[in-house]
């Protein structure tokens, strides 16, 4: 059984920085891409940034310059690094990442349960 558990949010003043983390537990023979979703409340979820296993980068356009994605293949970790942050950052942040686990042989992507990040005067 795989989990991802994310921390690292909270409260934040625009402008202001966090960073979150997620750890991947379990099993993994082999991890794909990783990556954050978000959601707001009454909003679809959104992709907001992926990192591939070679560690190509791929992000929101509302974000770009202003989030950071890196990851830990050894550890089967991923972080985003979110500078500048602004109201409409605000919201529920999920780790969603793709593994080959050692049990069953199965490729399929894992989700966290997220982590809420507000952003607010």
């Known amino acids: 059984q795989v989990q991802l558990v994310e921390s690292g949010g909270g409260l934040v003043q625009p402008g202001g920085s966090l960073r979150l983390s997620c750890a991947a537990s379990g099993s993994i023979s082999k991890a794909y891409t990783m990556g954050w979703y978000r959601q707001a409340p009454g909003k679809q979820r959104e992709l907001v940034a992926t990192i591939t296993s070679s560690s190509s980068t791929n992000y929101a356009d509302s974000v770009k310059g202003r989030f950071a994605i890196s990851r830990d293949n050894a550890k089967n970790t991923v972080d985003l690094q979110m500078n500048s942050l602004k109201p409409e950052d605000t919201g529920s942040y999920y780790c969603?990442?793709?593994?080959?686990?050692?049990?069953?042989?199965?490729?399929?992507?894992?989700w966290g349960k997220g982590t809420q990040v507000t952003v607010s005067s």
């Open positions: 969603t990442a793709r593994f080959t686990t050692l049990l069953s042989s199965m490729t399929r992507n894992y």
